[in-house]
Protein backbone atom coordinates (compact mmCIF):
# COMPACT_ATOMS: atom_id res chain seq x y z
CA UNK A 1 0.00 0.00 0.00
CA UNK A 2 1.16 3.62 -0.85
CA UNK A 3 2.32 5.83 1.72
CA UNK A 4 1.97 9.64 2.01
CA UNK A 5 3.32 11.32 -1.16
CA UNK A 6 4.38 15.25 -1.10
CA UNK A 7 5.91 16.74 -3.94
CA UNK A 8 8.27 18.38 -4.85
CA UNK A 9 10.79 17.26 -2.71
CA UNK A 10 12.67 20.58 -3.09
CA UNK A 11 11.26 24.31 -3.66
CA UNK A 12 13.58 27.02 -4.09
CA UNK A 13 11.44 30.67 -4.10
CA UNK A 14 12.24 34.43 -3.76
CA UNK A 15 10.72 36.16 -0.77
CA UNK A 16 7.59 37.40 -1.96
CA UNK A 17 6.82 34.79 -4.27
CA UNK A 18 4.00 32.42 -3.60
CA UNK A 19 4.70 28.42 -2.70
CA UNK A 20 2.46 25.73 -3.45
CA UNK A 21 3.11 22.44 -1.99
CA UNK A 22 1.11 19.00 -2.56
CA UNK A 23 0.24 16.23 -0.58
CA UNK A 24 -1.40 12.88 -1.50
CA UNK A 25 -2.95 10.77 1.57
CA UNK A 26 -2.80 7.03 2.05
CA UNK A 27 -5.81 5.30 0.48
CA UNK A 28 -8.73 5.51 2.65
CA UNK A 29 -7.75 8.17 4.98
CA UNK A 30 -9.59 11.15 4.43
CA UNK A 31 -8.34 13.93 7.22
CA UNK A 32 -4.80 15.66 6.12
CA UNK A 33 -3.00 17.89 8.26
CA UNK A 34 -0.32 20.11 6.99
CA UNK A 35 3.15 20.60 9.77
CA UNK A 36 5.98 23.23 9.59
CA UNK A 37 9.39 22.11 10.65
CA UNK A 38 11.65 25.02 11.00
CA UNK A 39 15.03 24.76 12.51
CA UNK A 40 15.16 25.38 16.12
CA UNK A 41 10.93 25.90 16.51
CA UNK A 42 10.15 21.91 16.13
CA UNK A 43 7.39 20.80 14.62
CA UNK A 44 4.34 22.77 14.42
CA UNK A 45 0.42 22.07 13.37
CA UNK A 46 -0.31 24.09 10.20
CA UNK A 47 -3.66 23.21 8.74
CA UNK A 48 -6.26 19.66 9.32
CA UNK A 49 -8.71 19.16 6.64
CA UNK A 50 -11.16 16.63 6.63
CA UNK A 51 -13.76 15.56 4.02
CA UNK A 52 -12.72 18.44 1.45
CA UNK A 53 -13.30 21.30 4.44
CA UNK A 54 -10.44 23.15 6.49
CA UNK A 55 -11.32 22.04 10.20
CA UNK A 56 -8.53 24.04 12.30
CA UNK A 57 -5.47 25.82 11.93
CA UNK A 58 -2.77 26.43 14.30
CA UNK A 59 -1.35 29.96 15.15
CA UNK A 60 -0.02 30.90 11.69
CA UNK A 61 -1.26 34.00 9.82
CA UNK A 62 -3.54 33.77 6.97
CA UNK A 63 -0.96 33.74 3.97
CA UNK A 64 -0.54 30.20 4.85
CA UNK A 65 -3.86 28.64 3.07
CA UNK A 66 -4.48 25.04 1.49
CA UNK A 67 -7.05 23.00 0.41
CA UNK A 68 -8.57 19.48 -0.31
CA UNK A 69 -9.98 18.17 -3.10
CA UNK A 70 -12.30 15.43 -3.83
CA UNK A 71 -9.93 13.03 -4.30
CA UNK A 72 -8.43 14.01 -0.74
CA UNK A 73 -5.51 14.69 -1.92
CA UNK A 74 -4.42 18.26 -0.34
CA UNK A 75 -2.50 21.68 -1.85
CA UNK A 76 -0.66 24.30 1.14
CA UNK A 77 -0.18 27.44 -0.43
CA UNK A 78 2.26 29.94 0.88
CA UNK A 79 1.79 33.75 -0.16
CA UNK A 80 4.18 36.71 0.19
CA UNK A 81 6.58 34.47 1.10
CA UNK A 82 9.60 35.81 3.63
CA UNK A 83 12.62 34.14 4.55
CA UNK A 84 11.80 32.93 7.59
CA UNK A 85 9.02 30.46 6.20
CA UNK A 86 12.26 28.23 4.50
CA UNK A 87 11.40 25.01 6.57
CA UNK A 88 10.89 21.44 6.36
CA UNK A 89 6.56 21.22 5.17
CA UNK A 90 5.44 17.92 6.37
CA UNK A 91 1.91 16.20 5.58
CA UNK A 92 0.26 13.73 7.42
CA UNK A 93 -2.96 11.89 7.11
CA UNK A 94 -5.18 9.52 9.18
CA UNK A 95 -8.67 8.46 8.73
CA UNK A 96 -11.47 10.70 8.90
CA UNK A 97 -13.46 12.38 11.36
CA UNK A 98 -12.94 13.32 15.24
CA UNK A 99 -10.89 10.19 16.46
CA UNK A 100 -9.66 8.93 19.81
CA UNK A 101 -6.38 7.38 18.47
CA UNK A 102 -5.86 9.41 15.48
CA UNK A 103 -2.40 8.05 14.60
CA UNK A 104 -0.91 10.46 11.63
CA UNK A 105 1.18 9.23 9.09
CA UNK A 106 3.67 11.74 7.39
CA UNK A 107 5.15 11.86 4.07
CA UNK A 108 8.94 12.07 3.34
CA UNK A 109 8.01 16.59 3.24
CA UNK A 110 9.01 18.88 0.78
CA UNK A 111 12.02 21.35 1.66
CA UNK A 112 11.38 24.85 0.72
CA UNK A 113 14.32 27.85 0.70
CA UNK A 114 13.17 31.34 0.95
CA UNK A 115 16.14 33.82 -0.27
CA UNK B 1 -2.45 24.93 26.09
CA UNK B 2 -1.31 21.36 25.78
CA UNK B 3 2.39 20.87 25.80
CA UNK B 4 5.00 18.29 25.35
CA UNK B 5 8.83 17.94 26.88
CA UNK B 6 11.48 15.86 26.37
CA UNK B 7 15.28 16.16 26.52
CA UNK B 8 16.93 17.12 23.35
CA UNK B 9 20.43 15.89 23.88
CA UNK B 10 22.30 14.58 21.78
CA UNK B 11 22.00 11.43 23.59
CA UNK B 12 25.33 9.61 22.85
CA UNK B 13 25.41 5.83 23.54
CA UNK B 14 27.34 2.82 22.83
CA UNK B 15 26.01 0.06 20.89
CA UNK B 16 23.81 -2.90 23.17
CA UNK B 17 23.63 -0.07 25.91
CA UNK B 18 20.49 0.87 27.15
CA UNK B 19 18.23 3.43 26.27
CA UNK B 20 15.78 6.03 28.35
CA UNK B 21 14.58 9.20 26.28
CA UNK B 22 12.20 10.65 28.81
CA UNK B 23 8.83 12.74 28.33
CA UNK B 24 6.69 14.43 30.05
CA UNK B 25 3.35 16.22 28.95
CA UNK B 26 0.41 18.25 29.73
CA UNK B 27 -3.09 18.54 28.17
CA UNK B 28 -6.67 18.76 29.04
CA UNK B 29 -8.87 15.33 28.90
CA UNK B 30 -7.02 12.42 28.31
CA UNK B 31 -4.58 12.39 25.17
CA UNK B 32 -3.57 9.69 23.18
CA UNK B 33 0.48 9.62 22.95
CA UNK B 34 3.23 8.84 20.84
CA UNK B 35 6.35 8.26 19.81
CA UNK B 36 7.55 9.03 15.60
CA UNK B 37 11.09 8.97 14.93
CA UNK B 38 12.59 10.71 12.15
CA UNK B 39 16.12 9.40 10.29
CA UNK B 40 18.09 11.93 8.56
CA UNK B 41 16.56 13.02 5.51
CA UNK B 42 13.17 11.29 6.15
CA UNK B 43 9.67 12.47 7.08
CA UNK B 44 8.46 11.31 10.40
CA UNK B 45 8.10 7.29 11.29
CA UNK B 46 5.08 6.32 13.48
CA UNK B 47 7.25 4.06 16.52
CA UNK B 48 4.40 3.15 19.05
CA UNK B 49 1.12 4.44 20.68
CA UNK B 50 -0.88 4.39 23.82
CA UNK B 51 -4.62 5.46 24.17
CA UNK B 52 -5.28 5.13 27.64
CA UNK B 53 -3.28 5.10 30.80
CA UNK B 54 -1.32 2.03 31.55
CA UNK B 55 -0.98 0.97 27.86
CA UNK B 56 2.26 -0.16 27.16
CA UNK B 57 3.21 0.30 23.21
CA UNK B 58 6.05 -1.39 22.14
CA UNK B 59 7.40 -1.88 18.38
CA UNK B 60 11.30 -3.22 17.33
CA UNK B 61 12.23 -3.50 21.03
CA UNK B 62 11.17 -0.11 21.91
CA UNK B 63 8.36 0.32 24.53
CA UNK B 64 6.99 3.29 26.12
CA UNK B 65 4.12 2.99 28.98
CA UNK B 66 1.19 5.65 29.67
CA UNK B 67 1.37 7.11 33.21
CA UNK B 68 -1.36 9.05 33.66
CA UNK B 69 -0.41 9.77 37.15
CA UNK B 70 3.03 11.01 36.65
CA UNK B 71 1.52 12.71 32.89
CA UNK B 72 4.80 10.77 31.74
CA UNK B 73 5.40 8.62 28.19
CA UNK B 74 8.63 7.48 28.67
CA UNK B 75 10.80 5.62 25.64
CA UNK B 76 13.10 2.52 26.36
CA UNK B 77 14.93 0.62 24.31
CA UNK B 78 16.95 -2.96 25.90
CA UNK B 79 20.17 -3.08 24.03
CA UNK B 80 20.67 0.04 20.82
CA UNK B 81 21.69 -0.84 17.41
CA UNK B 82 23.99 1.69 15.20
CA UNK B 83 20.43 1.37 13.21
CA UNK B 84 18.73 3.11 15.81
CA UNK B 85 20.46 6.60 15.04
CA UNK B 86 18.03 9.25 14.94
CA UNK B 87 15.98 11.82 15.65
CA UNK B 88 12.59 10.61 18.56
CA UNK B 89 10.03 12.52 18.73
CA UNK B 90 7.39 12.45 21.78
CA UNK B 91 3.73 13.69 21.08
CA UNK B 92 0.38 13.63 21.81
CA UNK B 93 -3.13 14.28 20.43
CA UNK B 94 -6.23 15.78 22.39
CA UNK B 95 -9.72 16.80 21.12
CA UNK B 96 -10.22 13.89 18.39
CA UNK B 97 -7.31 15.31 16.66
CA UNK B 98 -8.65 18.89 16.14
CA UNK B 99 -5.53 20.58 16.97
CA UNK B 100 -3.29 17.80 15.29
CA UNK B 101 -0.06 16.43 17.23
CA UNK B 102 1.65 18.42 19.46
CA UNK B 103 4.81 17.44 19.78
CA UNK B 104 8.28 17.95 21.57
CA UNK B 105 11.68 19.19 20.59
CA UNK B 106 12.95 15.70 19.44
CA UNK B 107 15.78 13.65 21.10
CA UNK B 108 18.94 13.18 18.63
CA UNK B 109 20.34 9.83 19.63
CA UNK B 110 23.67 8.71 18.42
CA UNK B 111 24.79 5.05 18.88
CA UNK B 112 28.85 4.20 18.47
CA UNK B 113 29.91 0.76 17.31
Known amino acids: EAGVTQSPTHLIKTRGQQATLRCSPI?????VYWYQQALGLGLQFLLW???????NRGNFPPRFSGRQFPNYSSELNVNALELEDSALYLC??????????????FGPGTRLTVT | GDSVTQMEGPVTLSEEAFLTINCTYT??????LFWYVQYPGEGLQLLLK?????DKGSNKGFEATYRKETTSFHLEKGSVQVSDSAVYFC????????????FGKGTHLIIQP
Open chain 2, 27 to 32: ATGYPS
Open chain 2, 50 to 54: ATKAD
Open chain 2, 91 to 102: ALTARGGADGLT
Open chain 1, 92 to 105: ASRVGGLAKIGEQY
Open chain 1, 27 to 31: SGHTS
Open chain 1, 49 to 55: YDEGEER
